[in-house]
């Protein structure tokens, strides 16, 4: 069975770092989009940043600049590198990623982001 699990949140001082990443497990043969979702208190979950397979990035306006999404596919995983955190980065954040054409989520890891 395919697993998604994220992990690196924290709590950190706004102007901080974190690196999250998301490892997949399980019988793989593809994995194709990668990308991160977060979702704040009370707030719809939003798409921050994408990853194809050969590259390609795409990142919410929100956080370009500041967050760097990336892989290893030799790993099956993804990270995403936050600088510049602000406390409306606080939110929990998911994995998410396209494996042999079917969508799988992660269970998220939190971020607080201290003012």
């Known amino acids: 069975q395919v697993r998604l699990v994220e992990s690196g949140g924290g709590l950190v001082q706004a102007g901080g770092s974190l690196r999250l990443s998301c490892a997949a497990s399980?019988?793989?043969?593809?994995?194709?989009?990668m990308a991160w979702y977060r979702q704040a208190p009370g707030k719809q979950r939003e798409l921050v940043a994408t990853i194809t397979r050969g590259g390609s990035t795409n990142y919410a306006d929100s956080v370009k600049g500041r967050f760097t999404i990336s892989r290893d596919d030799a790993k099956n995983t993804v990270y995403l590198q936050l600088n510049s955190l602000k406390p409306e980065d606080t939110a929990v954040y998911y994995c998410?990623?396209?494996?042999?054409?079917?969508?799988?989520w992660g269970r998220g890891t939190q971020v607080t982001v201290s003012s």
């Open positions: 399980g019988t793989i043969f593809s994995i194709n989009i």
């Open positions: 998410n990623a396209d494996i042999d054409s079917r969508w799988y």
